[in-house]
């Protein structure tokens, strides 16, 4: 993977994480389901059929945002 992927790829997670922390600030979505939003990214990179190399992408992928949900970065915990 190129330099400019993993600089766009990085500068997408950035945005959509603090598009779900401000639609959990604003009410506009829960954690539940903010957190189904996530479960859900992550089973479709797992069912996404591939190469090799595609595969082992989504997995790396799907692990992130695992990350993410066991972390909660995306959400504000109370």
């Known amino acids: 993977m190129s330099l400019l992927n993993d600089v766009s790829g990085t500068a997408a997670l ?15 979505l829960p954690e539940k389901d903010i ?6 990214a992550v089973t479709t990179l797992n069912d996404v059929p591939g190469d090799e190399a595609t595969v082992a992408l989504n997995a790396a992928a799907a692990k992130v945002i695992v990350g993410m949900i066991d972390g909660g970065n995306s959400v ?3």
Do not use: H, Y
Request: hydrophobic fraction near 45%.
């Open 76 to 78: 504000r915990r109370q």
């Open 35 to 40: 957190v189904d939003v996530l479960r859900d």
């Open 14 to 28: 950035a945005i959509c994480e603090s598009l779900l922390l401000a639609l959990n600030d604003g009410g506009v």
